[in-house]
């Protein structure tokens, strides 16, 4: 049958195989010595047998003796072995050749008449074929000769003269002696099975067949049944040589008998076969070594058969368990293994992927929470359904940054609110969230937008602020279509509201607090245009006393950026930076305009805080302050100046916050020039005089009108 009938089987047949393959290794690999030792037992009798010893046994002997498979029982007449299901009467045993003689149960129960033998029983039932085998005494019996003499039975419905055929007499056994057997017949013949299906009579049954010792060597053609009969009552000898074999060779090695007289054996070699080998080293390691290798081989036989989807490696079986044993696992357990170990790893990568995907968006989540506890803070936590419901669905959008989205929201008890959306804060681990929170929920100042409540959920997070009517001062100082522009007299107020509130962040609070990202889309404006400072997400805490901090990496947005953040051999960074983007947004609101524009009508005017400069410097009246009313022309000017003071391009050269805050508030009058702004240290000016290195440095001890000299806009 084909290899592909084989493993059409059920699982559960495979796994019968398995565990009888990996038996079959362990007591192969455990059999330690090649001959069985028995207990020696006593010489049994029963009838004429006197001398019943191992491998026989009577069933009334201890159970050590003798080997089950040669039970004999005894009865009246005399010693009956079970043998192919049926029973045999023992004639004789001959201990020296290891043969003993049968005879069917009728040919002694039914002595007295012409029997019919009772069992069936013919040469195919021995397996001969496994004399001088690998398998060798697997069957207890062996015939002796392995031609014995052959005798059927026939049943005909009329007399037959065809002289083969013997006539029965079964007149005399009232077993037979009915109508039905009136015409029996045995046919004696040396090879039975040759007769072809045509030489059987016609009306003739075939009843029974046994085996028989003949007489002579040769048989005569004109038998009587008589002679027949004794041929059956003789009985046919069989040979129990295998268990010899098996005990003085070892298991699987086939022997001859040399010496009947002293009952000697030859073994003969032991054939191992493996996989497409079959050899005479069978030595444990040799076994070893070779059933492994034709595991293997049969495993790698069975697993190419299922990567190349093909069985033709498999059309030619070789019939070693093994062999057969290592392709059932190739082609059947270990693509499974495989296959669910895949699974297996597929399904622990996504859940990694997954655990880790959770922590990257929990963690935020985990800093933010962790650091308001340790903070003591307590800004409300809103779910983000509720952020939702405050906002009407995310209906009403005030603006867009790089963070996210703004939009106008309402709380229960009836404030309106800014709700900033944060897109980014996952980025670096929610620290903008962190700064943010963290720097506005310790801070309470009129100048400084109040944070009402914050939420996060996963990948969302929210701040909520108070509500800022006038939106950003970017819309005032950059006036736009609509929108009415404001007079410099509100613009100073705005102003000063917020150098308050940046001197507060510098001063005010248990920590300094450097915000690092002032300019005007930063600055809210309440109903009555009170600034606030807002966006802390760059912002940095330090200790009051440090005045230089460390930082790693440039943080604001260009044009308001102080120059130390970008070159360190001009000063450290500290709250100068601030300063310095005040200066900036100062400039702005003070000009109405950008500080750096290449479409200006002039040339000189692209770079707006040089060009101011060189008006001061030439005492020129400012043009685009035209239609400006005297005391709009004096705010503007002490803006200016305290403008360029700020952004001087060393850090020691500007003023803190409230030198800033003295400045706007004193008289414009005690304002003196200070050295040219630049964009780089050691730059050199070109159609100006060098400034004295005598000028005032503004640090914070520095006070307001120290110098001898003083610089008048009235001039």
Not at 253 to 271: A, F, M, P, R
Request: net charge neutral.
């Amino acid at each position: 049958m084909k290899r592909q009938a084989q493993f059409s089987c059920s699982s559960f047949v495979q796994l019968q195989t398995l565990v009888k393959i990996f038996a079959s290794i362990f007591i192969l690999f455990h059999q330690n010595c090649l001959a069985k030792h028995h207990q020696p037992c006593p010489t049994s009798s029963c009838g004429k047998i006197r001398n019943i010893t191992y491998p026989f046994r009577l069933k009334t002997d201890p159970n050590h003796c003798g080997d089950t498979r040669y039970e004999l029982d005894c009865n009246k007449n005399g010693p009956s072995l079970t043998m192919f299901s049926g029973k045999y009467y023992v004639q004789h045993i001959d201990y020296k050749g290891f043969k003993i003689r049968l005879s069917d149960a009728g040919a002694v129960e039914d002595a007295n008449c012409s029997f019919i033998p009772r069992y069936f029983l013919y040469d195919q039932s021995f397996n001969n074929v496994l004399f001088g085998e690998d398998n060798f005494g697997s069957e207890p019996f062996i015939l002796d000769p392995i031609n014995p003499l052959r005798i059927a039975y026939f049943n005909c419905s009329s007399p037959i003269k065809d002289p083969r055929y013997v006539k029965v007499d079964t007149s005399r056994c009232s077993r037979h002696g009915n109508s039905s057997t009136n015409h029996v017949y045995s046919v004696l013949e040396p090879s039975l099975f040759e007769y072809r299906v045509e030489d059987i009579k016609v009306g003739c049954d075939f009843m029974v067949a046994t085996l028989g010792k003949a007489q002579s060597e040769t048989v005569k053609e004109n038998v009587t049944y008589d002679e027949i009969h004794g041929m059956i009552v003789d009985g046919v000898e069989v040979s129990w040589l295998p268990v010899i074999c098996e005990d003085r060779c070892g298991k699987g090695t086939s022997c001859k008998v040399v010496d009947e007289e002293k009952g000697e054996v030859q073994c003969n070699k032991q054939l191992c076969h493996y996989a497409y080998q079959t050899t005479d080293k069978c030595e444990l390691q040799d076994q070893i070594f070779g059933y492994t290798r034709a595991y293997l081989r049969g495993i790698f036989v069975g697993l190419g058969s299922r990567i190349t989807f093909s069985t033709r490696q498999l059309d030619n079986p070789v019939g070693l368990e093994y062999f057969d044993g290592g392709i059932i696992i190739g082609r059947n357990v270990i693509p499974l293994f495989i296959g669910i170990r895949f699974l297996f790893g597929v399904i622990v990568l996504l859940v990694l992927f997954i655990y880790k995907w959770r922590r990257r968006h929990l963690s935020m989540y985990d800093n933010i929470e962790n650091f308001l506890l340790e903070s003591n803070l307590n800004p409300i936590r809103y779910e983000y359904k509720e952020i939702k419901k405050m906002t009407g669905g995310f209906r009403v959008k005030l603006g867009q940054g790089g963070f996210g989205a703004v939009y106008k929201g309402k709380l229960r008890s009836g404030p309106d609110v800014a709700i900033k959306m944060l897109t980014k804060s996952n980025v670096n681990n929610g620290q903008d969230f962190i700064n943010e929170v963290a720097t506005i929920g310790r801070i309470h100042h009129v100048n400084v937008v109040r944070l009402v409540g914050y939420c996060v959920e996963g990948k969302k997070s929210a701040l909520v602020y108070e509500f800022m009517p006038n939106g950003s001062l970017d819309k005032y100082i950059f006036p736009k279509e609509g929108v009415d522009p404001l007079s410099y007299e509100k613009i100073y107020e705005i102003c000063l509201g917020i150098a308050r509130g940046i001197e507060y962040l510098h001063q005010g609070c248990d920590m300094q607090i450097l915000h690092f990202d002032i300019k005007p889309h930063n600055i809210l404006l309440d109903e009555d245009f009170v600034p606030k400072v807002s966006d802390f997400g760059l912002a940095k805490l330090y200790p009051v006393n440090d005045s230089i901090v460390p930082l790693t990496a440039a943080r604001g947005t260009l044009g308001y950026m102080a120059p130390e953040l970008f070159y360190k051999n001009i000063g450290g960074v500290s709250y100068k930076a601030d300063v310095y983007s005040f200066g900036m947004l100062l400039m702005e609101m003070a000009g109405k305009r950008k500080n750096s524009d290449p479409n200006a009508a002039h040339s000189s005017q692209h770079y707006f805080p040089f060009w101011i400069y060189d008006q001061f410097k030439e005492e020129r009246e400012i043009e685009i302050m035209e239609d400006v009313s005297e005391e709009g022309m004096t705010v503007a000017k002490r803006m200016f100046m305290v403008a360029l003071w700020c952004i001087q391009l060393k850090p020691s050269d500007r003023p803190s916050m409230n030198k800033v805050v003295e400045m706007l508030e004193g008289k414009t009058e005690s304002l003196e020039l200070p050295p040219r702004p630049s964009f780089y240290a050691n730059e050199n000016y070109k159609h100006h005089d060098e400034i004295s290195s005598d000028h005032t440095s503004w640090g914070d001890s520095t006070s307001i009108g120290q110098s001898s000299t003083n610089y008048s806009l009235d001039d």
